[in-house]
Each structure stands twice: as structure tokens, then as C-alpha cells.
């Protein structure tokens, strides 16, 4: 029932750096670079992602900017595993121990998405008949919290990001687009990802409700999260990032 889905490519050939990673960093990308082949169109092939690299901290928020199609969806997804990178290195601490997301198995990636790495997608994908609260409480039930508990952290987030009660008990298939949004947002913040990755949280939602979102945040960064997201929102963006990283189209 994940919003997320794999990308089935043949894992590159990497290189390892071996360089020292940060003992304080939680994740870390090194010289990343991605491009994208167009078959259809002769084969030209076009790079998006040039020797991107990034650290983030416990407590950091970093916003990526840069004009629409430089690269942020892309990095983010990248970052995800939903694209596998041409060549680099992204280091995620994992369980007490660095794994890099761009060689991971299968196996190893859904470890690393069920404990260390959570993404708040703007798209939310259900089953019909499934109820709000099952479909956000998935990610927390899959750590090993118990049903009732899991249900429980989901239903008082519901309740701060005022998504109305009769609606959880029934399936967001027919929800608005600023109701998907907050269920996905309590669905990603019940768990307690040390890294998370947010895809514009607050575009479908009212003012009062981005502040829920800008408190949840900083909630976050509070409990040592670490995370990096695409915040199109001036106001959203300045309250909660410290530190930001741009990309630039190519030619």
C-alpha cells in the first residue's frame, strides 16, 4: 500500500570513496550524477544531476531550490531509490551502521524505509475500503508498534492537522487533495524516521493548517530528524530550514 514504488533498473557499477563519513552526519550524498536517455527521441541523453552532494545533520531542515525541472524531484527521488544514480555514493545511517542507498538490494532498501528513511510524497495511493487510519498507521504497525498504539498516534495527529472525524474511519479514495496531503503527512510523521524526506507537505493546504504542518516540523528537528525537502511555500521554507542547497538548469 506504500505511496512509493521501485524503480526495477540494473544497479550500477560504483566505486567506493572511502572517505571518512561525518560521525555527526545522519545521511550523506557524494558526487551524484544522473541522466536520462530518451530512446524515443534518438537516444540523446541529458544529465540533471551533476556532482551533487549534500550532508545533513540531526535537527538540520535543508530546502531544495532552484527553478522548476533543475533537478530537486529528482535528487529527492534519487535519494529514495525510486531512481537509481548513474554514479556517487548516498550514505544513510542505518540501524547503527552506514548503508549506501545506491548500491542497496531490494531487500535492504525496504529495512531501510521501514526504520531510517521516510518520504512525504504529494501523491497518496490506497485500496479501496481500507479506512484513513489503517492506511497511515501501515508504516508505524510495520516497525513492530502494536495495531491499537499505532492507530492511536495516528488518530491525535489527525486530530492537530484537523482532518475531520468522520473521516477516518473510510477510505481516502474520495478524500480532497489538501485531506490526502494530511494523511500522508500523519502517515510518514507517526514513525520516527532519523531521515525524512518531504515533497512539497504544505502545497494543498489552507494557512492554518501549513502551521500545523511548520509545528510538526520543528518537532522534528527537535527530536534530532534530519530533513530535506522541496518547499515552494517562501513563508513555509524560512520558518523551518537552516540550510539550503540550489540547482541550476543545464544547457
Not at 37 to 59: A, D, M, R, W, Y
Not at 98 to 117: G, M, N, P, V
Not at 156 to 180: A, D, H, M, V, Y
Not at 201 to 228: F, H, M, Y
Request: hydrophobic share 40%; aromatic share 8%; charged share 20%.
Amino acid at each position: 500500500m506504500s505511496d512509493q514504488t521501485y524503480l526495477l533498473e540494473r544497479l550500477p557499477v560504483f566505486s567506493p570513496s572511502h572517505k571518512p563519513l561525518p560521525d555527526e552526519a545522519l545521511l550523506c550524498a557524494r558526487d551524484l550524477y544522473k541522466g536520462f536517455t530518451l530512446h524515443n527521441q534518438g537516444g540523446i541523453h541529458f544529465p540533471v544531476l551533476e556532482g551533487v552532494s549534500l550532508t545533513v545533520k540531526p535537527g538540520d531542515c535543508v530546502a531544495l531550490e532552484g527553478a522548476s525541472g533543475s533537478g530537486k524531484s529528482t535528487f529527492m527521488r534519487s535519494l529514495y531509490a525510486n531512481y537509481r544514480v548513474d554514479s556517487g555514493e548516498i550514505w544513510i545511517k542505518h540501524r547503527g551502521q552506514w548503508k549506501d542507498i545506491a548500491t542497496a538490494q531490494a531487500h535492504e532498501l525496504i529495512d531501510i524505509r521501514c526504520y531510517s528513511l521516510g518520504y512525504v510524497s504529494q501523491f497518496l495511493r490506497v485500496i479501496p475500503r481500507v479506512s484513513a487510519v489503517d492506511v497511515a498507521a501501515e508504516p508505524l504497525m510495520d516497525t513492530g508498534v502494536e495495531p491499537t498504539v499505532a492507530k492511536d498516534k495516528v488518530r491525535s495527529l489527525f486530530s492537530r492537522l484537523n482532518l475531520p472525524e468522520r473521516l477516518w474511519s473510510i477510505s481516502p479514495t474520495t478524500f480532497s487533495g489538501g485531506e490526502k496531503q494530511r494523511v500522508n503527512i500523519a502517515r510518514a510523521f507517526a514513525v520516527n524516521y532519523p531521515v525524512l524526506l518531504l515533497d512539497e507537505p504544505t502545497s494543498a493546504l489552507d494557512a492554518d493548517n501549513r502551521s500545523v504542518v511548520v509545528q510538526l516540523i520543528k518537532e522534528k528537528k527537535q527530536q534530532g530528524c534530519a530533513l530535506i525537502g522541496i518547499f515552494h511555500d517562501q513563508s513555509v521554507r524560512k520558518q523551518v530550514c537552516n540550510q539550503s542547497l540550489t540547482f541550476a538548469l543545464h544547457d
